[in-house]
């Protein structure tokens, strides 16, 4: 079955570290996204990448770094300088223009808890 | 001002309600429109498009209003299953960012 998958689905850090969350998927879609999502809150956009080797920073990019060395891949990088980490974090990923039939597809998310 | 505004709710209704949400955008030039559904802990799922002309999927029916810039999504004959938030999404003249809304949480109840 075509998804995406993310991992940690429970990450639980201490203050200062860094930490990485996966996100993997197997559509070949050329587009893949990172939000982060706080209780009662929308979604905010932290990263995107419409290509393999280029991304571009969203709303919400201070603290956090990614890459996307593969067209399958796009982990993200929660550094200690993010200053309230502790969220719900998903995974997208779309192919091309989003209009009408191409929508994104989210991982099931990853919740980071920081002690 | 947000780009995408939701009264949050909850909406509480009993069961067979009909109940409407509406979500106001703020950038004129937006190209398309979505709603999403969003189970508690859970990633969002993709609800319905909307279109200009108003489209319906079941019990579902969702319109545009480009002039005053919102969106609505009725909900008819509500089920215990409909409880979720729902979230108003729009995209940007260039076809490639989506904007979310802060969602409208449904709680349908017995």
């Known amino acids: 079955d075509g998804g995406i998958t993310q991992s940690p689905k429970y990450l639980f850090r201490k203050e200062g570290q860094n930490v990485t969350l996966s996100c993997e998927q197997n559509?070949?879609?050329?587009?893949m996204y990172w939000y982060r999502q706080d209780p009662g809150q929308g979604l905010r956009l932290i990263y995107y990448s419409q290509i393999v080797n280029d991304f571009q920073k969203g709303d919400i990019a201070e603290g956090y770094s990614v890459s996307r060395e593969k067209k399958e891949s796009f982990p993200l990088t929660v550094t200690s300088a993010q200053k309230n980490p502790t969220a719900f974090y998903l995974c997208a990923s779309g192919q091309g223009d989003l209009s009408g039939a191409n929508v994104l597809t989210f991982g099931a998310g990853s919740r980071l808890t920081v002690l | 001002r947000k780009e995408v505004e939701q009264d949050p709710g909850p909406f509480n209704v009993p069961e067979g309600a009909t109940v409407a949400f509406n979500c106001t955008y703020s950038n004129s030039a937006s190209q398309s429109f979505f709603w999403y559904r969003q189970d508690c802990r859970k990633e969002p799922k993709l609800l319905m498009s909307v279109y200009s002309s108003g489209n319906e999927d079941g019990r579902f029916t969702a319109q545009l209003n480009r002039a005053s810039q919102y969106i609505s999504l009725l909900i008819r004959d509500s089920k215990l299953s409909d409880s979720a938030t729902y979230l108003c999404?729009?995209?940007?003249?260039?076809?490639?960012?989506?904007?979310f809304g802060g969602g409208t949480r449904l709680m349908v109840k017995p």
């Open positions: 559509l070949n879609h050329d587009a």
């Open positions: 999404v729009v995209l940007n003249n260039a076809g490639n960012m989506l904007t």
